[in-house]
T-cell receptor
Framework: DTAVSQTPKYLVTQMGNDKSIKCEQN?????MYWYKQDSKKFLKIMFS???????INETVPNRFSPKSPDKAHLNLHINSLELGDSAVYFC???????????????FGPGTRLLVL | GQQVMQIPQYQHVQEGEDFTTYCNSS?????IQWYKQRPGGHPVFLIQ?????EVKKQKRLTFQFGEAKKNSSLHITATQTTDVGTYFC????????????FGAGTQVVVTP
């Protein structure tokens, strides 16, 4: 009965590989997000989707491509992984997009990515 | 661009003492939220402040939103070991869709 789940929890891979992280929420929320948390714990938004539509796309390299097959899922595919991509990636969801009421975000457990 | 700054970055507290963490934005915010992240965990929502000058309390935690809606504070009284973690403020921008700008967080260590 986990609200926001992510797989995998840990991901260790070589530079240059392509990898995907999956996220699912069972809260019936319309908006989902991807955040990157670096080694200094700084949380930075990467993307947000509202009803499968891309709303926010921060200045993220185009090696990162989100995909939302339905509003309960938001996956993140990363091409040609680089050392600097090592971080914890959090998926989150909220009932509606933030501007409507400043929605509470529910975070997934995170995916710890290490690029060697 | 808009930035949310949070100080201090680290806070070592003796159990039973009080402390405050501060959040400052370069521009006016629609609202501000506070999250707590335990070591190895994920951010968990604590509270949202919307109105200018708003003050909210949750047991030993007191949250305040500045009159100009550009700063906020979290004050914890009688710190306990369960308060260990990183506290983040997240300011909601005033642009059309809105996005949360997170502060860098205050990492709190509690010594018994």
């Amino acid at each position: 009965d986990t609200a926001v789940s992510q797989t995998p929890k840990y991901l260790v891979t070589q530079m240059g590989n392509d990898k995907s992280i999956k996220c699912e929420q069972n809260l019936g929320h319309d908006t989902m997000y991807w955040y990157k948390q670096d080694s200094k714990k700084f949380l930075k938004i990467m993307f947000s989707y509202n009803n499968k539509e891309l709303i926010i796309n921060e200045t993220v390299p185009n090696r990162f491509s989100p995909k939302s097959p339905d509003k309960a899922h938001l996956n993140l595919h990363i091409n040609s992984l680089e050392l600097g991509d090592s971080a914890v990636y959090f998926c989150a969801s909220s009932q509606d997009h933030p501007a409507s009421r400043g929605e509470t975000q529910y975070f997934g457990p995170g995916t710890r990515l290490l690029v060697l | 661009g808009q930035q949310v700054m949070q100080i201090p970055q680290y806070q070592h507290v003796q159990e039973g003492e009080d402390f405050t963490t501060y959040c400052n934005s370069s521009t006016t915010l629609s609202n501000i939220q506070w999250y707590k992240q335990r070591p190895g965990g994920h951010p968990v929502f604590l509270i949202q402040l919307v109105k200018s000058g708003e003050v909210k309390k949750q047991k030993r935690l007191t949250f305040q939103f500045g009159e100009a809606k550009k700063n906020s504070s979290l004050h914890i009284t009688a710190t306990q070991t369960t308060d260990v973690g990183t506290y983040f403020c997240a300011g909601l921008t005033t642009d059309s869709w809105g996005k949360f700008q997170f502060g860098a967080g205050t990492q709190v260590v509690v010594t018994p």
